[in-house]
């Protein structure tokens, strides 16, 4: 039972385009939210957080967005370059708890030049 | 900056061999993951320590894998014996405390292991 799901394998966006990339979650309890990246043969790195207080935050050109109430959120990556090419996985946690860090099963973003 | 380092980067064995992945978390870091990352199930937390301590091993597959973290640099994962379906990427992952505000999980690059 998939408690973090990324509908989407994979996404195709044109350089300096929007990228979207979304995420849902069944569990209610989840109140922290992250989006890590990850590059063919590295280990994933963190990307950005929010905590369900809050419903959008933003750092440079990624933009996260929360709706908890449709136990949604969504990474905006504006404008989309081609070093954002990778595997975006949606990840989260009740309390903020590190150890009950959920993750989903990635989306593949390509950013054509 | 070290970050978390682990090793080997790639192994292929036979079924049935023993496997150990190696794990040395970031210097001050006081909790340390194994994950496993298939393309059936993404990236799944295996077991958690915290002060050297496992804390969570509900997520270990079977009896046949085990991890233990002797001192506070360094852990190690065991397959013994290993078969074909454990083929996938293993991370090992540190993070400075148990919760996640302004705080992150750091991963090292990730052993490839293959059973053949």
């Known amino acids: 039972d998939q408690q973090v799901k990324q509908n989407s394998p994979s996404l195709s966006v044109q350089e300096g385009r929007i990228s979207i990339l979304n995420c849902d979650y069944t569990?209610?309890?989840?109140?922290?939210f992250l989006w890590y990246k990850k590059y063919p043969a590295e280990g994933p790195t963190f990307l950005i957080s929010?905590?369900?207080?809050?419903d959008k935050n933003e750092d440079g050109r990624f933009t996260v967005f929360l709706n908890k109430s449709a136990k949604h959120l969504s990474l905006h990556i504006v404008p989309s370059q081609p070093g954002d090419s990778a595997v975006y996985f949606c990840?989260?946690?009740?309390?903020?708890?590190?150890?009950?860090?959920?993750f989903g099963s990635g989306t593949q973003l390509t950013v054509l030049p | 900056d070290a970050g978390v380092i682990q090793s080997p980067r790639h192994e292929v064995t036979e079924m049935g061999q023993e496997v150990t992945l190696r794990c040395k978390p970031i210097?001050?870091?006081?909790?340390l993951f194994w994950y496993r990352q298939t393309m059936m199930r993404g990236l799944e937390l295996l077991i958690y320590?915290?002060?050297?301590?496992?804390?969570?091993d509900s997520g270990m597959p079977e009896d046949r894998f085990s991890a233990k973290m002797p001192n506070a640099s360094f852990s190690t994962l065991k397959i013994q014996p290993s078969e074909p379906r454990d083929s996938a990427v293993y991370f090992c992952?540190?993070?400075?405390?148990?919760?996640?505000?302004?705080?992150?999980?750091?991963f090292g690059e990730g052993s490839w292991l293959t059973v053949v």
């Open positions: 992952a540190s993070s400075f405390q148990q919760g996640l505000s302004g705080n992150t999980i750091y």
């Open positions: 569990n209610s309890m989840f109140d922290y």
């Open positions: 929010i905590s369900s207080i809050k």
């Open positions: 990840a989260a946690s009740p309390s903020g708890s590190a150890r009950q860090l959920t």
């Open positions: 210097s001050g870091h006081n909790s």
């Open positions: 320590f915290n002060n050297n301590v496992p804390i969570d």
